[in-house]
């Protein structure tokens, strides 16, 4: 059972949640599995493994993701994580089709089989982060178009110099920081996630294939890369064997970004609303504070730690100079940045909601109060509000609305 507390015993805000799902042991598994089979049907659709045989790997992959248990026992001794699990597969292969069983991670290598599957899970939880930065972006355009400068009485955009720092101000930064990070993604995820593919070295094309294609016997094109990938859900690389590294720096620094966007709104919302309600059935005022304050600790805790883990994959990374087999223990620290990220989304995507249509900021009176404390500023920072001109505030929150309205159509 994978931990769901840090070491300092607070819970992880992945814990409970669809990332916890995503990322557990048994996914990870399961997307090597996915991985095996995906080599074997692309190369059934080139015409290099016989159809029943394609079918009795699946079917045998099928059994064996039934099965994780088995999978991570049996392989606890092995070199890497994928001995045990191919040793499996071929046994379950060998039951269901034995001729079958000569074509398991024939043209794998156990590295391509864990880089791949952690790409996969990659990918999924890059979805599902994706899905909360978009509650998140909604929930704060709400909040933002509620009580932007103007819109309302509450804000008293009129007060000398309150839109400065009034809550739609403040509020639109962190509405253009989400919106940065979903931009982030999107290209991310449009420039793929390379499938490494190094075991592609070993492969001949047979003699036969190669005369119908009117090809010489030797290593295969670029074909089955492309449709490995295809199989896989990622993108082909430029060269298989060499499978770009940086994807792996990329998807960390992405973690930061995120992370600490989400620590961002999720201090700041603290800040607007510190006298939050107590949690319904707490009746210990301290751990009512506690509980209420949970979302912050989880939230800012994973901004603190995700860096940690990119210098600890930059090691993993350097470690490849000597040691190629190090790099079967780079997923564990990708699998704590993946959490981290996907935890945090969807940690500040839940406050965010809450806040906006149960807390704070759908209360006028409390909102009233905290807009009062928290705008105590001078009237010559932003002159044109006095004046009851629309200030720069107002035209630059007016144009993060408009971005994020083009982003969700």
Not at 47 to 66: F, H, N, Q, R
Not at 69 to 98: D, F, K, Y
Request: charged share 25%; net charge negative; glycine share 8%.
């Amino acid at each position: 059972m994978d931990d769901l507390r840090h070491g300092d015993g607070r819970a992880a805000s992945w814990a409970g949640t669809l990332i916890d799902t995503a990322t557990s042991g048994a996914a990870w598994l399961r997307a090597m599995l996915d991985v095996e089979a995906a080599v074997v049907r692309a190369e059934g659709r080139l015409g290099l493994v016989p159809a029943a045989c394609v079918a009795a790997i699946d079917k045998a992959v099928a059994e064996c993701s039934a099965d994780v248990e088995r999978l991570a026992t049996g392989g606890q001794w092995s070199a890497s994580p994928v001995g045990g699990l191919v040793a499996t597969l071929t046994e379950t292969t060998r039951r269901i089709h034995p001729a079958a069983a000569e074509h398991v991670h024939r043209h794998l290598t156990d590295a391509d089989v864990v880089a791949a599957a952690s790409l996969v899970v990659a990918t999924h939880v890059l979805a599902l982060a994706d899905a909360d930065l978009q509650r998140v972006a909604a929930g704060l355009a709400e909040l933002v178009d509620r009580r932007r400068p103007g819109g309302s009485a509450v804000d008293g955009a009129g007060a000398p110099g309150r839109a400065a720092r009034s809550l739609p101000t403040v509020a639109a930064g962190w509405l253009n920081d989400v919106l940065d990070a979903r931009d982030r993604l999107a290209r991310l995820v449009a420039d793929g996630l390379p499938a490494p593919f190094e075991g592609i070295l070993t492969l001949q094309v047979p003699a036969p294939l190669a005369a119908a294609r009117e090809e010489v016997p030797g290593p295969i094109d670029g074909a089955l890369a492309a449709v490995f990938a295809a199989e896989a859900g990622l993108s082909e690389p430029s060269l298989p064997w060499r499978g770009p590294r940086t994807i792996l720096l990329d998807l960390m620094a992405f973690a930061v970004f995120v992370t600490s966007t989400a620590a961002t709104v999720s201090a700041g919302m603290r800040r607007w609303a510190p006298a939050r309600p107590e949690p319904a059935g707490v009746r210990d005022a301290a751990a009512a504070r506690h509980s209420a304050a949970a979302v912050d600790v989880m939230v800012i805790s994973s901004a603190i730690r995700t860096p940690v883990l990119v210098v600890s994959l930059v090691h993993d990374l350097a470690a490849e100079l000597w040691n190629d087999n190090d790099r079967h223990v780079e997923w564990e620290t990708l699998r704590g940045a993946l959490r981290a990220l996907g935890g945090s989304a969807h940690a500040v995507a839940e406050l965010v909601e809450h806040e906006v249509t149960d807390g704070l900021f759908a209360d006028p009176d409390r909102y009233r109060r905290a807009a009062d404390a928290e705008t105590e500023v001078d009237a010559d920072a932003d002159p044109q509000a006095e004046a009851g001109g629309p200030g720069v505030g107002r035209i630059f929150v007016d144009r993060v609305l408009e971005r994020y309205l083009f982003s969700a159509r």
